[in-house]
């Protein structure tokens, strides 16, 4: 069964600093997708970043960005510059590719905060 | 674009009493999922349509918690009777097809059962 782990439970930035939040996991699958939500205090789940997992590139988003190393199963996500509006619980999750039942497993969960 | 729709935002019954909360997917969209999230915890898949069918319901507790979507819209999910453990957030996501596609979130039901 697949697992994600995340061991930091909280983690504290400066704004404008960076901040590099951990996740891995573990499966056995070859092809598979990686992302990271954001859930702040309304509780509703915001796609941060996703991977795939066949792509070697590392993907970025504005402010945003992780570093993949599939073979240590690790994603982890850097927050560059940042803001009060990034203080949330950020989530890392898996999900297979293809086949019928593509749930999204989740870890439990960073809560980050925000400095000013 | 209107985003997932669920009601109610908030929910507080008695332990043996029921429950149900309503989703209102993305346009379109034809997988639906529900998950519960425990404080502390992150979410976990409690059921998955695919327009109308159930693809997956394996952590689903059957013995009290029932989901259904008619016409592969909107879905209800319903516990009876509640126990205290049941306590949760319970989101909603759509996605226009399963995998690796972005599922869309609603801002869930938070469930208080004393």
């Known amino acids: 069964a697949q697992t994600v782990t995340q061991s930091q439970p909280e983690m504290s930035v400066q704004e404008a600093e960076t901040v590099t939040l951990s996740c891995t996991y573990d499966?056995?699958?070859?092809?598979?997708?990686l992302f990271w939500y954001k859930q702040p205090p309304s509780r509703q789940m915001i796609l941060v970043i996703r991977?795939?997992?066949?792509?070697?590139q590392n993907a970025t988003e504005n402010r945003f960005s992780v570093n993949f190393q599939k073979a240590a199963k690790s994603f982890s996500l850097k927050i560059s510059d940042s803001q009060l509006g990034d203080a949330a619980m950020y989530f890392c999750a898996y999900n297979r590719y293809g086949g019928a039942t593509n749930k999204l497993i989740f870890g439990t969960g960073t809560l980050l905060a925000v400095q000013p | 674009e209107a985003g997932v729709a669920q009601s109610p935002r908030y929910k507080i019954i008695e332990k043996r009493q029921s429950v149900a909360f309503w989703c209102n997917p993305i346009?379109?969209?034809?997988?639906l999922y529900w998950y519960q999230q425990i404080l502390g915890q992150g979410p976990k898949l409690l059921i998955q349509f695919q327009n109308n069918g159930v693809v997956d319901d394996s952590q689903l507790p059957k013995d009290r918690f029932s989901a259904e979507r008619l016409k592969g819209v909107d879905s209800t999910l319903k516990i009876q009777p509640a126990k205290l453990e049941d306590s949760a957030v319970y989101l909603c996501?759509?996605?226009?097809?399963?995998?690796?596609?972005?599922?869309?979130f609603g801002q869930g039901t938070r469930l208080t059962v004393v």
């Open positions: 346009s379109g969209h034809a997988t």
């Open positions: 991977q795939e997992a066949y792509k070697q």
């Open positions: 996501a759509s996605s226009l097809d399963g995998g690796g596609v972005r599922a869309f």
């Open positions: 499966t056995s699958e070859s092809d598979y997708y």
